[in-house]
């Protein structure tokens, strides 16, 4: 446990550090030299910047990169260009950063989805209404209807904003059956996601929840290697595009407590109990 005196020590120190890497982001400083700039060995530094902010110095690095890079290209700035703007050495680094990070290249990013077609459908299933889109990669949405019909497809293009929408019930339509029936899916359903490498991380492991079973946010921490994690595992879980595909409502609280759900917490205890009925 931290005295009082560490604790302030140590924050002045990460502030520091913080500091440094913001003014010297462009050049890409490597770890040695921002330890070295506030007096630390590697080896120190690199424990107590991941202790205190959740994440190791070089992930903060890609995050200041990548928000930077973003912030040009929103302003058109061509892809080379803001390679060179953010201090990265190639357009090849730019896409493995962007790929990690934000699970889209460069150009899809910048784009906002031009040149994708969309399509779309709204049906009945067993818990409400859902809208369902799909894209050639695959499903990229299913939400429950708890607004108007049109606000819910407002919803959907403004995610998806310089994407072609279709509505197209009579392509839409097979995917719902086969999502809802109680009949073993024989191939898997391909998905169309877009998050964060850590939003990613958050909804593969919601996957692996087999049906009938619970996990709480802290398993889920716990499963993708950051236990610290538990208040942003609940927000990527609160953003998952994809519902019941994505079994969110099978995270509760530690306690017991159902929580909250998106869609509301009486149709998250709808699914569990037919969920636990065929299980």
């Known amino acids: 446990m931290e005295s009082t005196a560490e604790f302030s020590q140590h924050y002045q120190l990460i502030e520091r550090a913080i500091q440094y890497i913001e003014a010297n982001a ?7 030299e ?4 506030i007096g630390l060995s590697e080896y120190y530094f ?9 994440i190791s110095p070089k992930r903060f690095m890609q995050f200041l990169t990548k928000e930077h890079a973003k912030q040009l290209l929103a302003h058109s700035e061509d892809l080379l260009e803001t390679t060179h703007q953010v201090g990265l050495s190639s357009l090849g680094r730019l896409h493995d950063l962007f790929v990690t990070t934000e699970a889209v290249t460069p150009g899809e990013f ?30 990229c949405n299913l939400s429950f209807i708890n607004v108007s019909e049109g606000r819910a497809i407002d ?17 839409t339509a097979p995917l ?7 009949l073993q899916i024989d191939s898997p359903l391909k998905l169309h996601l877009r998050g964060t490498n850590f939003q990613i991380k958050v909804w593969e492991a919601l996957l692996n929840i087999p049906t009938g079973a619970l996990t709480s946010y802290e398993n ?8 610290r994690a538990v208040r942003a595992v609940g927000t990527a879980v609160g953003h998952n595009p994809i519902a019941y595909l994505i079994p969110c409502h099978r995270v509760i609280r530690k306690n017991g407590d159902f ?20 299980a």
């Open 220 to 227: 889920i921490a716990a499963q993708i290697g950051n236990p």
């Open 155 to 171: 919803n959907l293009a403004q995610a998806w904003k310089q994407a072609q929408m279709i509505e197209d019930y009579q392509s």
């Open 26 to 32: 462009q050049r890409q400083p490597e770890l040695d």
């Open 46 to 54: 690199q424990r107590l910047f991941t202790s205190w902010t959740g």
């Open 176 to 182: 719902v059956t086969r999502i809802f029936s109680d």
């Open 34 to 37: 921002i330890a070295s700039a």
């Open 110 to 139: 910048k784009s906002g989805g031009s040149g994708l077609s969309i399509r779309y459908g709204i049906h009945h299933s067993p818990f409400g209404k859902c809208l369902i889109a799909t894209t050639e990669r695959g499903i």
């Open 259 to 278: 929580g909250n759900y998106l869609y509301g917490t009486a149709r998250k205890k709808v699914m569990l109990a037919k969920e636990f009925s065929h």
